[in-house]
C-alpha cells in the first residue's frame, strides 16, 4: 500500500543498542556554529536576496537555477567572520594550536587577505568544493573550516528562497534532489497517520514528496532492488532505506510534523549511528551533487537593505 513501510521488504534488523538518540558531545561546536547561522537568518532582510526563477530553465532545474541572487555583502562578511572566529575558539578550547592546511583559521581579519564573501556564498550554494578552496588558499585561510562555515554561511539565503519560492515548487516535481537548491536530501520525514513520505532538504528546509518504492538518487523502482533497515524495537519511529542498484541510503525518521532546519540538523546528528549501520552494510550517500545549480551572486543596492549591525 503505498506510504506504508510494509511496502519495501525489510532487508535486515539491527539492536537497538547501535543506535544512540543523543547527541554526541562532539558535535556542540558545529551545534553552536549552526545556531550562530540561524539566528542571522532571522533578520528578514534575506528575503530580499530571494531571486525570481528563471522563466525558461532546463528539464529538472531547481528553482535557484540560473538566477540572479542580490545580498548585503557586508551581513555575509559579517556573518562568515563571525562563524570563522567561532571555529577558531572552538579549536583553542579543544587544544588545538595547530591547523596543517593554507594557514590559520583565526588571524586578525586586519592583517588576512582579505577574503570573498560573495565568492564563498556563491561557491556554497553551488556546492562547488574546487572554488571554495580556492578563494581559501587566496585569502590565507584553512580550506576545511572554511567548507564548513561556507555551507553555514549560506543558510539565511537558502532559507529564504526556500520560504520565498515554497509555493513555486511544482507539483509533479519527480526528482530526489531539492526542487528549490538542487541538494540530496538529508532524510525522509513520515508523517501522521497516514505515514506520507516526505524529502527534506538540511540546507534550506524544503520538502517534497516520494513514493515508498523509489531511490531518490537513482529513480529505482523495483521493489525486489529496495529494501528497509530497521532497528529492533523501533520499527515504526525509525528506518534506513536502501537500494542495492545504486548503493545508496537515506534516513527514515517518523513525525507528526514537519521539523525546523535546527531541528532537522540535530535529527540527523543524533541518528549519526543509522548512518554507520548502513555504511557497514556497504551502502553510501551520493558523493556527487544532486543538481549543479549555475547562479550569480551580486550586491544589493543600498536602497533595498538596512545597514548590516556592527
Known sequence: MHGTPTSVRPHGRFSQSQVGAEL????????????????AADDSVWMDAAPEPSPVRASGAPLIHDTVLRVDARRVRKLVRELLREVSSSRAERGILDVPTEGPVGRDVRTRPRLDALGVLRGAIMQDADALER??????????????VAQLAAIPV?????????DRISAAWDHGYCPVCGAW???VEIRGLERSRRLRCGRCSSDWPI????????????????????????????RVDVCDTCKGYVKGISTLQPAGLRAL???????????LVAQE?????????GFRVSLTVVRATAARNAPAAS
Open 158 to 166: 537558502l532559507r529564504a528562497c526556500a520560504t520565498r519560492l515554497h
Open 211 to 238: 513514493h515508498v518504492l523509489r531511490c531518490p538518487f537513482c529513480n529505482e523502482r523495483n521493489h525486489d532492488k529496495l529494501h528497509a533497515l530497521l532497528p529492533e524495537g523501533s520499527e515504526q519511529t525509525r
Open 135 to 148: 578563494l581559501a588558499a587566496r585569502a590565507g585561510v584553512a580550506a576545511d573550516p572554511l567548507s564548513t
Open 185 to 187: 536530501p538529508t532524510l
Open 24 to 39: 554526541d558531545p562532539a558535535w556542540r561546536p558545529w551545534v553552536r556554529l549552526l545556531d550562530l547561522a540561524l539566528a
Open 281 to 289: 552494510r556497504g551502502y553510501e550517500r551520493p558523493a556527487d551533487v
Open 265 to 275: 540538523a540535530l535529527t540527523d546528528l543524533s541518528t549519526i549511528e543509522l548512518d
